[in-house]
């Protein structure tokens, strides 16, 4: 399972990973209730970046948390989940009202799909503690000291033009010291629009890594190359291995700086019974990994447990081929798992489930 990764050739002993974004108080109906029906929520607490933190830190890599939150109850709560599961929150900020004027931690409300019914998701989160504060005279350069990697997402810096400002500070600061950095492009219609996104990511681009969830649409923009036929609306959502193959070697082409591409493809067969695979652009090559069906318990953060998946994969050197298939088992394994994150400890019993065969013809 061991291979050589060129990418982390200089950070292969010991990894120190941070992770910047929101974290959000979760509330869910239970038994799958809807939400106009509900007299009580379960309460937890995520948001993309955090659920990654959780999973490594879970899976023994030494990880970080930097998010703004209100100082009072329930921002120190949710600081209190993260380092109830070894997440270092050290550089987190508890914010004053003088700060963040709204002082208050964003909220998303969660109705569980079942059988023929998909799940809902409602968000509470505008003039959150993170989106209010004035990162301007924030020294990122302190906060990146001693990591060896940094991952964003294409989330928090649509919560504001402060985030904005702060992701490509900080991916632009994490280069400059010879970081690892990774970003998922999750594209959130509600927070603002494709062109808004694409515009914005595109930017983000020439300084990463390792890209996740890449949808063309919004991550590039050149109007010579690719609005041209089919291209114009994008990627498709279930694509063959020959399409994948031609999208990563467009991306590689057009930004050199790539060193991996990786996205999920989900087949939903109802609200309760889905499917995933995943395609992986890496050392040249586009790798498909097995297919995973499995019954759902809590979908939210299946896109966040395969990134972490990988991440993990490639800090421990597996071949591309257990990266691609470990990142799957990752994300299979959470569905089955309440709450955002994948709360796995055992990395053997991921890779126990992607060496099982689940191949399943439909």
């Given at each position: 399972?061991v ?7 200089e950070?292969?002993?010991s990894?120190r990973f941070?992770?910047i974004g929101?974290?959000?108080l979760?509330l ?5 209730e809807?939400?106009?029906m ?7 607490y995520g948001?993309s970046?955090?659920n990654?933190?959780?999973a490594?830190?879970?899976l023994?890599?030494?990880?970080t948390?930097f998010?703004?939150?209100?100082n ?11 380092r ?6 050290t550089p987190v900020?508890?914010s004053?009202?003088?700060?963040t ?6 909220t998303y409300?969660?109705?569980t ?5 998909s799940s809902?998701?409602i968000?509470d989160?505008k003039n959150?503690?993170i989106?209010?504060?004035?990162f ?9 000291e ?7 997402s ?5 919560l504001?033009a ?7 500070r900080?991916?632009k ?8 950095t990774?970003f ?6 509600t ?12 930017k983000?681009?020439p ?8 949808e ?16 114009k609306?994008g990627?498709?959502?279930?694509p063959?291995?020959?399409?994948q193959d031609e999208i ?13 591409i ?10 309760s019974e889905?499917s ?6 890496y050392e040249?090559?586009t790798?498909?990994?097995r297919?995973f ?7 939210v953060?299946?896109?966040d447990?395969f990134a ?5 994969a490639?800090?421990?050197?597996y071949?591309?081929m ?5 990142a799957?088992?990752?994300?299979a394994?959470k569905h089955t798992i309440r709450?955002?994150a994948n709360i796995?400890d055992?990395a053997a019993?991921i890779r126990?489930?992607m ?5 399943i013809?439909?």
């Amino acid at each position: 399972m061991v291979h050589e990764n060129p990418l982390l050739k200089e950070n292969c002993n010991s990894h120190r990973f941070l992770t910047i974004g929101e974290i959000m108080l979760r509330l869910t109906p239970p038994n799958y209730e809807k939400i106009r029906m509900a007299s009580n929520f379960e309460a937890s607490y995520g948001g993309s970046e955090a659920n990654i933190a959780l999973a490594l830190a879970n899976l023994g890599i030494d990880s970080t948390f930097f998010t703004v939150v209100p100082n009072n109850s329930l921002g120190k709560s949710a600081v209190r989940m993260l380092r109830s599961n070894d997440v270092h929150c050290t550089p987190v900020i508890l914010s004053t009202p003088e700060q963040t004027p709204t002082h208050r931690l964003g909220t998303y409300y969660l109705e569980t799909g079942y059988g023929i019914r998909s799940s809902k998701v409602i968000y509470d989160r505008k003039n959150s503690a993170i989106a209010e504060y004035d990162f301007c005279s924030y020294d990122f350069d302190a906060l990146l000291e001693g990591f060896t990697w940094l991952h964003l997402s294409g989330i928090t810096p649509a919560l504001g033009a402060n985030c904005r400002d702060m992701i490509l500070r900080c991916l632009k600061a994490a280069k400059e010291k010879g970081m690892i950095t990774s970003f998922d492009g999750n594209f959130r219609s509600t927070l603002w629009t494709w062109e808004e996104a694409r515009d914005f990511c595109t930017k983000c681009l020439p300084y990463v890594d390792v890209l996740f969830g890449i949808e063309p649409y919004h991550l590039w923009k050149d109007e010579t190359d690719h609005s041209k036929g089919d291209w114009k609306d994008g990627m498709p959502f279930q694509p063959d291995y020959e399409r994948q193959d031609e999208i990563f070697q467009v991306f590689a082409r057009q930004y050199p700086n790539l060193k991996c591409i990786a996205r999920h493809v989900r087949y939903a067969h109802s609200g309760s019974e889905n499917s995933l695979k995943a395609y992986m652009w890496y050392e040249g090559h586009t790798f498909e990994s097995r297919l995973f069906t499995f019954h759902i318990l809590d979908r939210v953060g299946g896109g966040d447990a395969f990134a972490s998946g990988l991440i993990y994969a490639m800090m421990n050197h597996y071949r591309p081929m257990d990266m691609v298939n470990f990142a799957v088992a990752s994300s299979a394994l959470k569905h089955t798992i309440r709450g955002d994150a994948n709360i796995t400890d055992d990395a053997a019993a991921i890779r126990n489930l992607m060496n099982m065969n689940y191949d399943i013809k439909r």
